[in-house]
Structure formats: C-alpha cells, structure tokens
C-alpha cells in the first residue's frame, strides 16, 4: 500500500506514545499531528479557502453525506471534482456518509447491505453502501477516503457494541474491495466497538488483515466525555498498525486534542473552531470567551496580540463585539479566521514539542495557561 | 475652502457636462467619478475592507444614524474614529444621519431645532440636529462630512417641497457653523427641492452662498422613476458650483449611474451591489442574473472570465449556484466582491472614456451590451 499506490506517511520523532511526521498525498504533504477544519458543503463555513490556507490548515474534510445530496457527487464530478470546485489547493479527506445518515436523514433503513434513507434537504430518497460509498468518495475526488461504517451509538450495550462493530468490519472489507486505489489517494478503516477494550481490539485486528493505509477511531466523543474518551484512548491507539496514521474522527476541544496526542493519535478532524467562530466564541491560549460579552464593548486591545491571524492583527475586541452585536457576517469571517488559526497553532506547538522530547511538559504549559481563564492578562 | 483647509478637487477633463479627476481628502485621493460602497455598521457586509479595496474602491460610506445607535459616535471616536475601527485604510464619507432617521427610526418628531426620535435596535431616545450630526461625524473621524437635512419625500406637493427644501437650507447654515475644519477634510451641502426646478435653483443658490467642499443632490432616487430623476439631472448638476465635486446620494443601477455621470455627477453610493450579492444577484457587462437558477448548476464557466475579481478568477457559476442554494455564507461573499469589483470596473470605464471625449459612445456602448441580456455569450 505504500508504495505506487496508498499513501506514504513517514514518521519523523515520537515522544512517549506520540508522533510527529509527515503523511504524503497527492494534492501535497500533511504535517502531523494534524488538525483538518471541516468545510462539511464544498465549503469551509464563512471563510475562503485561501483564509483557511493561512491559517496553517494542509488539509481540510469534506462531508460525503451533504455533497451526495447536494449538488451531488456526479455533479461535482463533471465539474473536476470537489478541490478545484471549490477552489482547495491541499488534500482533503471525505468521511463516508455513515455518521451524517444516521444523525441528519429520515426513514433510515439498515441492512446488511447498507442505508436507505430521505433526504433532510427535500426528502428525496437515497442509498449508502460501502460500494456506493467508495463510488462517491472517488466521484468527489478525495485524497484519503474513508471506510463505510456504522457509527456504534453511545451508550450501547455490549452485544449491541459487538454486532454494531462486527457489521462495520464485514464493511470495511467490502469498501476496500470497493475502492480504486491510485498514486497519493488512501482508504481508512475506522475503529469501532464502543468502550469496549475487548471489542476494540478484535475490530482493530480484523482492520489490520485487510490492511489499511490509515486508522480511524471511530464512535467516541458521542457523549462519553472526556475521560472515558482518554481511558479508550489508552489502549486503542497502541493496537493499531505503528506506521500507520491514526485518526480520531470528530475531536476535538483543544484538551482532547492534547491528550488524544499523548496516547498516539496523529489526525483530527472537528465543526467546534469553525461552528463557534459563528456564534461568537473566541478559542485562546487562555481559554475560550463569548465576544457578545459586554466587558469587550470598549476594549481596543486585539484578542491574542500573539496570534499572527487577520482577526488578531487588524481589528480589536471592540469592533468584534460590535460585529457580533450587530449580526454582521464580517463578524463570523474573522472569529472562524482565528479559531482555525488557534487550532493549528496548537499543532504546530504540538509538532514542535515532539521532537523535543518536551510533549509532556507542552501539554502540562497549555493545561495551565488554560486554566488560568483569563484573556485579560493576553 | 480649498486651501489649508478642506478638499482639494481636480478636474482633470471634461466631456459635455461630464468630468474626470480628483478629490484629495486627508486620509487618499479619491478618483471621479467615483463609486463608494456602503458600510453601514463600520463594515461593508460580507466583505473585509480588503476585499474592499481589491475591487477598486477608493472611498466607502459609513451610516450616522446606524453607528450613533450602535456602537454609539463618543466609543469609536474613543476607539480612534471609524477608520481604525473597521481597519479601512481609506477615506470615509458619511451622511448625517437624516435619511436614515426618517425611514428606519419609530416616534419621529420634527421640528425647527432637528429630529427626536427612537431608536429602532433597543427603543431608546435620540436627537439629532445640525449641531449633533455635525458632533457624531467629527467623533467618527469621517473625512466627508454631509450637511444635515430633511430628504423630501416623494411625492411631494410645492409647498411641501418648498418647506422641506428651505428647513434643510437653514440646516445646512447650521450645518456650516458648527462644522470644524481640517486639512483633508470637508463638508457637503445637499440640494434639495424635489422634482421643482425653481426649488432646486433656491436650493443650489442658497448652498453655493454658504460655500461648502461639494454639493450633494438628495430627495432623488425614492420612487420617481429614472426617467424623472434624468430630468431633473439635465438641470440640476449645472446650478452648482463648477470646480467642487457632486454627489448623487444613493444611485444607483448602472445605467442611473451612467447617465447621471453625462449629467456632470461625480459621485455615487448606493447599496445595490452588496446587497444584491446577498441576495444571489450579479451585475454583469450583460445585465443582471440570479445565480440561484437552476441554469447555473452545471455551468463550469465563470460568471464572467474578463473580470479580474476573486469570485470570476477561481469559481465557476456552478459553485455560485451551491453556495447560494445551500445558504453558504461565503457565496455572499463572493457574489459582494464580484458586484463591487462590477462597479468600479463600470467607474474606471467612465474615467477612461471622459478624456478620450469618448463619453457617449462608452454610454452607448455600455447600454447595448447591457441590453443584449444574455450572459450565456460571456
């Protein structure tokens, strides 16, 4: 898999159970750990692909629920494919419909065959299944494809984690007998069986000998909190392939990031900078702030002088309070501007910490300045 | 006026009635006949000022009423002015207030002293006058600064646009008293006396003897009818002083734009551009189209290959038709820089035709390729 086809990832120092290393595409490399925004319609929501390039994103994720309905994948096939309709220079990953069917249609139906379903958009009625699935992905023209899967609800009981897991497996065969391989492009199977170490390892197991050019731990940060998240995470993590890149899919806060990282996750995808970027809340160094907050209403200071993004070196707390007070979209380009720089600021700290030897001492700085919640002292 | 005080406005040519040249304002020159875009709440929504900039702009225009309400003219002026605020780089004309206040605000009440009214975001009482319009603009820092008056409304009978154009003349007296000059920075008369071309003359003679930077034409463009508004055009422009600069306040469509300008305006504001680009409507060289029709949803092609914006130079109308479908905030986005970019690539026509005395056969030039209606050919 590594070598004309998949991908190649290469891994430069570890730290403890961390990486730091390079994953290569064919759109251009992904530093890792990475943190890949989300632009869920063939969009990164009120920024421009050149705004989310600035920040440091090397990839983004695309949504292959929403992009099948609308405008839909043959569609964007004939247009070139998603990259170059929407205007994303880098790489970018779709997910495989699975989670997005079963939190956002109607009239779902699952078989072992797959998922019927209605649209959410015009209840028009559709299908998903690992072949379809890999169908769609290639038709987006994604540079890492993942796996159709069932995402095991949270909670789940035992027997319902271990078939819900089991089906995801016999899945994962089939889309990688789905999926037409090429130079730079690479299918992940995702990681299922709930909190369940058992269950963990035999879907880890059953991943490993169909054989991957990444891994996916899937079904967490469903409503487990964190620390049931972390004590997943670690055993989960260890019985993957060690080198092969590991994705935690839908995480997360900066903190799940940091401790996802120390237990050897390289890959993370989450709506939270982006989503609240639109409802006012600013990430920081020192913890997050509602920016509707009237403290900021005279305040000329930038929200992080540190922060290298437009938002932080050009406009003061004040105007993005007024912003947000006065519904003005403007507002939503630059605080989704500066959490996605915030974002990838944390990584590149993490990146930088590895090699160093110093992850440790990086996550134990960023607990503390977090803690510390004061944005005055910024 | 013009010395160290004040605008300094070149001509540079003239074409029949039009003109071409230069207004030098403190914070950069302004080229006329000029378009500003409107920025109503210290933003030209949906677009950073650079954008603003990229398409060509060298003035915007900042909303009294909407900025005295929200964030209030004493917090900017104690932010460093407007300007700063919204880290627009450029000069900034504002109006007095007075529009606005009739058509936005609840519980008028007007009298000789100026207006009370409330304020239609939180209920509160407010006054305005010539005295405070001309406080609030000299806190905002603008560098343009519109004498207070009452716009006639339309229709209105003689004596109506009599009374209404002689209170705003006595206002603009006012206006005039209580304005503090500085280098760079001017104040302009409007004319007023509706479609009554004794009134407009009144009107225009009672300004010039106040003497003021430039001289804005108000109480048109409010339902009578471009045909109308010509009328009064092929008078009025000529009333007024010929070395300062005119402003039609609130036009327009292109083609309002186009014949005002061989009328001898030189200045124009109008939310059209932007708004129409929330809305899914673009301004091309062959008239206007929805980009929310379905025609568009397989067009690989830009909206217009000759224009240099961001949205024609990287997208397709086929993207433009997503985004508008799915209510994505960045096809506002894009759609608000291509109409912007539409309308001073319009004004750099009109400057370029002006010295060539080409003025007419670019109006005709413009009118035919407009009424061709058929963006398919672009």
Redesign the interface.
């Known amino acids: 898999m590594t070598g004309a086809h998949g991908l190649k990832f290469n891994i430069a120092a570890r730290d403890g159970a961390a990486r730091t290393g390079e994953l290569e595409t064919a759109r251009g490399v992904v530093r890792t750990p990475a943190f890949m925004p989300v632009g869920t319609?063939?969009?990164?929501?009120?920024?421009?692909p050149d705004d989310v390039a600035a920040t440091g994103a090397d990839i983004i994720l695309g949504n292959t629920y929403h992009l099948m309905l609308?405008?839909t994948a043959e569609?964007i096939a004939?247009?070139?494919g998603v990259q170059k309709?929407?205007?994303w220079k880098g790489p970018m990953l779709t997910d495989s419909g699975g989670f997005q069917v079963m939190s956002l249609s109607a009239l779902r139906k699952l078989s072992e065959k797959g998922v019927t379903f209605q649209s959410h958009i015009d209840g028009s009625k559709h299908e998903l299944s690992p072949e379809r699935s890999m169908e769609i992905q290639a038709l987006l023209g994604s540079d890492i494809v993942m796996a159709f899967d069932e995402c095991t609800p949270f909670p789940a009981t035992e027997d319902e984690a271990a078939d819900s897991m089991r089906l995801s497996m016999r899945w994962a065969q089939r889309s990688k007998d789905a999926f037409q391989g090429a130079p730079g492009r690479g299918l992940f199977g995702i990681v299922q069986g709930g909190v369940y170490e058992n269950f963990r390892r035999e879907s880890a197991e059953a991943l490993a000998s169909i054989g991957f050019d990444g891994y996916a731990i899937g079904g967490l940060a469903v409503g487990e909190g964190q620390a049931e998240m972390f004590r997943v995470l670690d055993f989960t993590p260890a019985m993957l392939p060690e080198d092969k890149p590991r994705y935690l899919m839908g995480v997360g806060k900066p903190d799940d990031i940091v401790g996802a990282v120390q237990r050897g996750v390289d890959m993370f995808d989450c709506v939270l900078p982006t989503r609240s970027g639109r409802t006012g809340q600013a990430f920081t160094r020192r913890g997050t702030v509602n920016m509707r907050n009237a403290r900021h209403?005279?305040d000329?200071r930038s929200l992080d002088e540190e922060c290298p993004c437009?938002c932080c070196q050009?406009?003061?707390r004040?105007?993005l309070?007024?912003?947000f007070?006065?519904k003005?979209?403007?507002g939503?380009?630059l605080l989704t501007t500066h959490n996605l720089t915030y974002y990838q600021a944390l990584m590149s700290g993490i990146r930088a910490a590895i090699p160093e030897g110093k992850l440790d001492d990086f996550a134990a700085g960023f607990t503390e300045e977090q803690a510390s919640g004061d944005i005055e002292a910024l």
């Open positions: 319609a063939a969009t990164v929501k009120a920024v421009s609308r405008p569609r004939n247009l070139g309709f929407m205007n209403m005279d000329p437009t050009n406009y003061s004040a105007y309070h007024h912003l007070r006065a003005e979209l403007f939503l380009t």
